[in-house]
């Protein structure tokens, strides 16, 4: 009797044990999910709601921007970074450099041509460029739909009919002359490509943190907006109209 009774003891206390370790896990299992949706449900900058790889279009140009293939990013910034320093450090003038760049490029395939059959190489191989009517006229209907967007907001602008933006292309003008005026614009240009070419990379490595200050200082923007339109905005006898309408 005895020890039928300690091996039912014994069943009983396992039996505890395995649902004592199924609600353990099941606990842990809904924690997870409660992380995960959490983290689903998590605002990112600017109301971004896909990968930033998707948002950059999610080709070998997001590829490239987004470091996933690390020797052919850092080859392309490396001989960007060389081309700058000719131009800015050396003085190397761009009509130079292009002339001087064909001159080796012809001398090379020239050689290599004519040196083929006396060698037992073949000569080089160029590939067939010829540019399509159809990818003409895309390339045409593009810039023909840019340019003319671009004429209509000046229209707009200097028009007068919308003081606000008026203000803020005068403003974003301002600004971007006050850049001009610090930097070259070989300079200005190589620094636009170097912050476009590693800031969505490192956006994506620190993106948790980023959204964070990236919100809170999208809000202290919105409140000193607000300020400004109330204190100075608001007693422009014309924005003053347009709210009251």
């Not at 602008?157 to 005068?170: F, N, P, Q, R």
Request: net charge neutral.
């Amino acid at each position: 009797m005895m020890s039928e009774s300690e091996e039912h003891g014994s069943l009983l206390e396992k039996i505890g044990d395995k649902i004592h370790e199924f609600k353990k896990d099941s606990s842990s299992s809904d924690s997870d999910d409660d992380k995960k949706s959490h983290k689903s449900k998590k605002k990112h900058l600017f109301g971004r709601k896909h990968p930033l790889h998707n948002v950059l279009g999610g080709g070998k140009a997001a590829d490239l921007v987004m470091w996933r293939d690390k020797q052919k990013s850092g080859s392309i910034l490396g001989g960007v970074t060389v081309i700058w320093l000719l131009f800015e450090g050396i003085g190397y003038h761009l009509l130079t450099f292009l002339c001087h760049l064909l001159i080796i490029f012809l001398t090379v395939s020239f050689v290599w041509s004519n040196a083929a059959s006396f060698i037992n190489r073949s000569p080089p191989k160029f590939p067939e460029v010829i540019l399509s009517e159809t990818q003409c006229l895309i390339i045409a209907h593009v810039l023909r739909k840019e340019i003319n967007e671009a004429f209509i907001t000046l229209q707009s602008v200097a028009s007068g009919k919308d003081l606000k933006t008026y203000l803020k292309s005068i403003g974003v003008l301002w600004f971007i002359s006050i850049i001009g005026g610090c930097f070259s614009f070989l300079t200005l240009s190589y620094t636009i490509f170097l912050m476009a070419y590693t800031l969505p990379m490192l956006y994506e490595k620190y993106e948790d943190e980023v959204d964070v200050v990236g919100e809170k200082a999208l809000i202290e923007l919105k409140k000193q907006y607000a300020v400004f339109d109330e204190k100075v905005l608001s007693k422009i006898p014309m924005l003053a109209d347009k709210k009251q309408h």
